[in-house]
């Protein structure tokens, strides 16, 4: 059951020489013809490159080179530029791009020699939370193939669920990492801002896109985030700040750790069903012996709000970039220049990302800046300093990632509205820059549920702790959607 | 009625850094297109843009010169607008909190009053690529090799009244950016050039007119001429009844006139915000600092102290300091050889003809500072005259060595043996009797006719001085 | 705040998106309820507080002036849709 092992249980494998890294990527390839037809989490299948990058594992793993990692195959967002491989952001505008640079976190990847199993779909852009705003289809949530996986992250986070991947990156501007790993009931950790470098990371918005791991446990993902985290010259907002060892804390104990419980998070809006799940993980801490404090983050309800004009604001300037001349799509026969632009816009942008574009012009245009611009940047520090407070007093808040389980395909496509509130939880960090998790606590009617921990900035050390402890005393980052189990010759 | 022109200048220099504002391609002149725009400014998607270091101290750097605060901290801005040669679809340039704040420059007037032209402030951005519109049936060709090159762009006041004003302060900011080492301000390469914000009014009212912004000018002529048409075309729409309406016009060189641009009909919101990519720009007081001690000394310093310390006349001081490698040059020469005068009058004088002919500047001089130092040492030792200095200065400018190679191979040393002189006037004596006795008749004109035929028969090789002393005493003996 | 179809013809012209006439009215809806959920911002007074720009407010780090990139254009152009001659190809530029 090659599939259900933790990175370190494969890595030792492939360590000692039980199990070969051709033998393993070919093991997830294998899953991935079995059951993507269904799920649909890859845009694209590299499996000739992967097989290729399994070869040299091998050799790097005989010869006693690499590290902990080498040999393990994952899963890219098709977010991050793959030389020589299609980068499509999940639109039609980049469905003819084949990247030719890489970005520094698959740069980083694969000089651990982890082979690249393929391109995970992903909301256009990274602008939505269902996964089906996609140009190349919905990704399936593979507890409920009728229900969203979440998004924008949804392909990274249901190939790990459904494990046709060992460990997959993601990206997160308002809880991209977060809320699908939720939703399909894996684990999933946003670094703080700048603590991954964003080089070769098609941006959306640029001061709170952020890359990080979803795996199937905390510890995988120490693991990863490891490997990627840390200074590039070539992003001048990634920081020069050391990278610890995440993995050598996780064990450390939690006795005294202060858990601050707003009470913004628990209030009119959450599924009772959820807030019991959530009240019962957060009993298993103080069984551990963490200490609980009611907080307050009162300005949590101007989160959406602030963040939907800046947002918009930057994706509306970021993607101007795509202009049909020197890359991606454009249109047949334009007639001029301005018709160029128009309809390479128009028909290659969907309609999710054309009204983000629009309110992120609106908001910016002449007589508008002041109201709402300016205004947001300001409600954004008011949030910000919401968790300077609260960090005063605790080592961690929690509370639940969605108000939610996963909604049904369909359900909320046609109200952008209703959908941008599943992200209640999740943005305020984004506006903050701070760290935060979600792992799956006790599912709610089969559905998975997420525990959101969140920590000061640079604190994601501590976030994996109090994570992998969970994780330590209770199982439920063991289940697996039984629908995808099938095969398990490994 | 009587008319009055206000104009105000927005100059884009390009500093003269070897990478771009944001990205390590190259920005040397002239390359193949497209060879020079990298992943960043080709706008690649999930690109990030990193400052360049320099193109930070040279702003500060003019800053500093002229008298300007330098910001503490200043903040990149994206003006967001769709143009081809555009690849981002917005320009990072800086907007309500420039690097470079309020200044000033004083400009000399035809009458030789000065005027000082305040300086709104001086701001880093990216240059644009270039479009090219002639090769391709239909469409235009983009070549992105000057995306991202770093621009100052200066802003001044609307403080000048005419074009030939407008002139000299471009001129004046042109020679500073050059004397700076900011910027190689060569024009037909567009590393110097200028919008022109042009309007009108009745002398003696006070608010400014409509205004036209003439764009991209690249030569100091163009801008006169520029000028001057914009004038006379608002005066006559104004004196016809009409009105001025606020447009960007393109100025023709071919048919010496402006018209209005089509791709800047629609008004534009260029929606500025602060780019999130690049966090607010620190100077702090020791990167200042840093600056000020590598500060060249300014050329309104230079003049100063060129006329005080070398006795140079205003003209003389204007021509040595019209560039830094001119300065430096009549400075080597001058303190090399001991006396500024000579040093002054050749540089000036047969060093600038030849230079002017062969159209080179002066750091292409094929004589250098040195060999004419060395050469003017020779005639203040008086191993050659003046005007044997004339010959040696053409064969060295012809590369056939310094002056002493030359004096020696050419045999062009002076005569200053007694003796030999005597010999030679003797000869001529001999050979002239008839002007001899003209002579001590009472025709002393004639010394010149004598002094001639002795420089010639000694090829001019005799000491003037010595032949004249030496003719007066055998002539009136 | 409620946004007119001008108005949403106008933005799009601006943002460069060509949108069909018979979705217009749909997107001024859509523009307007988002812009009704951000309105929610006015409820607070912001008069004194600083705008935060950036989640990390440190200074900017620069770079040396180095050339780095070695530009292979054929690279970059295959990816190109219209190129000629090293140049990209753009319908005629009027000026």
Not at chain 1, 105 to 116: D, S, T, W, Y
Not at chain 2, 281 to 300: G, M, N, Q, S, Y
Request: hydrophobic content about 40%.
């Amino acid at each position: 059951m090659m599939h259900t092992k933790s990175l370190s249980e494969l890595s030792t494998a492939l360590q000692k020489g039980s199990l070969s890294s051709v033998e393993l990527t070919q093991h997830y390839l294998d899953r991935i013809e079995k059951y993507d037809s269904v799920l649909n989490c890859f845009v694209t299948v590299t499996a000739e490159q992967a097989l290729n990058s399994a070869k040299q594992a091998d050799v790097m793993l005989a010869k006693g080179e690499g590290n902990a990692l080498t040999g393990i195959p994952l899963g890219q967002k098709d977010i991050f530029c793959t030389n020589g491989v299609r980068t499509a952001c999940g639109s039609k505008m980049l469905d003819n791009f084949i990247a030719p640079y890489n970005a520094t976190v698959v740069e980083k990847l694969n000089a651990c020699g982890m082979p690249m199993l393929g391109k995970l779909n992903m909301d256009e852009f990274a602008m939505g939370s269902s996964t089906e705003s996609s140009f190349y289809g919905a990704t399936k949530n593979p507890w409920d193939t009728a229900r969203v996986p979440g998004g924008s992250s949804g392909g990274s986070a249901a190939a790990v669920a459904a494990r046709l991947v060992p460990i997959a990156t993601a990206t997160d501007t308002g809880g991209s990492i977060r809320q699908p790993a939720a939703l399909c009931g894996v684990t999933g950790i946003k670094p703080t801002y700048g603590r991954v470098s964003r080089w070769g990371m098609i941006a959306y918005a640029s001061s709170f896109d952020q890359a990080g791991p979803i795996a199937a446990s905390a510890e995988d993902c120490a693991l990863l985030l490891g490997a990627i985290a840390g200074f590039d010259e070539k992003d001048s907002t990634s920081i020069e700040h050391d990278v610890p060892n995440y993995t050598a804390g996780l064990n450390d104990s939690l006795q005294g750790l202060k858990i601050g419980l707003p009470r913004e998070y628990f209030g009119e809006g959450l599924d009772p069903a959820i807030a019991s799940v959530i009240n019962a993980a957060i009993d298993s801490y103080k069984a551990m012996g963490a200490e609980i404090v009611e907080i307050s983050l009162p300005n949590t309800h101007l989160a959406i709000p602030a963040y939907y004009v800046l947002a918009p604001a930057e994706c509306s300037s970021n993607l101007s970039r795509f202009d049909g001349v020197r890359y991606g799509y454009r249109c047949k026969n334009p007639e001029n220049l301005d018709d160029m632009y128009m309809r390479s816009r128009g028909e290659a942008f969907g309609e999710e990302v054309k009204r983000r574009i629009m309110v992120g012009t609106y908001a910016l245009s002449a007589g508008y800046y002041d109201a709402y611009y300016l205004k947001a940047q300001k409600i954004r520090r008011l949030i910000s300093d919401d968790f300077t407070q609260a960090f005063k007093q605790v080592d961690v808040i929690m509370g639940p990632t969605t108000p939610t389980t996963a909604f049904k395909l369909g359900e909320k496509s046609n109200d952008n509205i209703s959908m941008y509130l599943a992200d209640i939880y999740t943005i305020a960090l984004n506006l903050a820059g701070l760290p935060g998790m979600s792992l799956p606590v006790e599912a709610v009617a089969g559905l998975p549920v997420g525990l959101q921990i969140i920590a000061n900035h640079f604190e994601e050390g501590k976030l994996l702790n109090v994570a992998h402890q969970y994780q330590q005393q209770t199982a439920w980052h063991q289940q697996m959607p039984a629908a995808f189990m099938d095969i398990d010759k490994g | 009625m009587a008319w009055e022109t206000v104009i105000g200048l927005e100059i884009h220099t390009q500093l003269a850094t070897n990478s771009k504002l944001f990205s390590g391609a190259a920005t040397a002149y002239g390359a193949e297109p497209n060879t020079q725009a990298c992943e960043v400014d080709l706008a690649l998607p999930g690109v990030l843009p990193v400052m360049n270091k320099e193109a930070l101290r040279m702003a500060a750097m003019f800053g500093l010169a002229i008298g300007a605060p330098v910001a503490k901290h200043s903040v990149f801005a994206r003006k967001n607008y769709f143009y081809p040669d555009l690849p981002q679809g917005y320009q990072i340039s800086q907007f309500d909190r420039p690097t470079v704040e309020k200044g000033e420059i004083n400009i000399t007037l035809g009458n030789g009053e000065t005027k000082t032209i305040g300086v709104t402030r001086a701001h880093l951005e990216q240059d644009a690529g270039k479009s090219l519109h002639e090769d391709f049936q239909g469409f235009t060709g983009i070549d992105l090799n000057r995306s991202g090159t770093p621009l100052l762009e200066i802003v001044s006041e609307p403080d000048m009244r005419s074009a030939k004003e407008a002139v000299a302060y471009m001129k004046k900011i042109h020679e500073l950016v050059q004397y700076l080492g900011i910027s190689d301000g060569n024009m037909a390469e567009g590393s110097f050039r200028c919008d022109a914000n042009v309007s009108v009014r009745l002398v003696g009212q006070e608010e400014f007119g409509t205004r036209a912004e003439i764009k991209n000018l690249n030569s100091f002529r163009f801008i006169e001429r520029a000028i001057n048409h914009e004038v006379e075309r608002q005066i006559d729409i104004i004196e016809a009844g009409g009105e001025v309406i606020q447009q960007t016009r393109l100025y023709d060189p071919d048919k010496d006139e402006t018209r209005a641009m089509r791709s800047k009909e629609e008004a534009n919101d260029y929606r500025y915000f602060p780019d999130p990519d690049l966090l607010p720009l620190e100077i702090t007081a020791e990167f200042l600092e840093e600056v000020r001690k590598i500060l060249p000394e300014l050329p309104d310093q230079k003049r100063l102290r060129f006329k005080q310390e070398y006795s140079l006349s205003d003209f003389d001081a204007e021509v040595l300091t019209s560039s830094r490698a001119m300065a430096e040059y009549f400075e080597t020469v001058a303190q090399g050889c001991g006396d500024a005068k000579q040093a002054a009058n050749w540089v000036t004088g047969s060093l600038a003809a030849y230079l002017n002919k062969q159209e080179l500047s002066i750091s292409e001089s094929p004589v250098s500072a040195n060999d004419l130092t060395g050469m003017i040492k020779r005639i203040l030792d008086n191993t050659i005259s003046g005007n044997i200095a004339k010959q040696v200065f053409e064969a060295m400018a012809k590369g056939e060595g310094d002056a002493d190679t030359v004096i020696e191979s050419k045999g062009l040393k002076q005569i200053t043996d007694s003796g030999a002189i005597e010999a030679i006037i003797d000869e001529i004596i001999a050979n002239n009797a008839g002007q001899v006795e003209q002579y001590r008749a009472g025709k002393e004109k004639l010394l010149g006719f004598f002094v001639g035929q002795v420089m010639k028969a000694s090829r001019g090789k005799a000491n003037p001085g010595q032949v004249n002393q030496l003719l007066k005493q055998k002539l009136s003996g | 705040m409620s946004l007119t179809v001008k108005d949403v013809k106008q933005i799009a012209h601006l943002a460069r998106l060509s949108i069909d006439d018979d979705n217009v009215q749909t997107y001024a809806d859509n523009l307007s309820g988002i812009l009704a959920l951000v309105a929610q911002m006015n409820e607070v007074d912001t008069d004194a507080i600083e705008p935060m720009y950036h989640p990390q407010e440190v200074m900017q780090r620069l770079r040396d002036d180095k050339v780095t990139e070695q530009v292979e254009r054929e690279r970059f152009q295959k990816i190109a849709p219209v190129t000629e001659a090293g140049l990209y190809l753009v319908p005629k530029v009027i000026e």
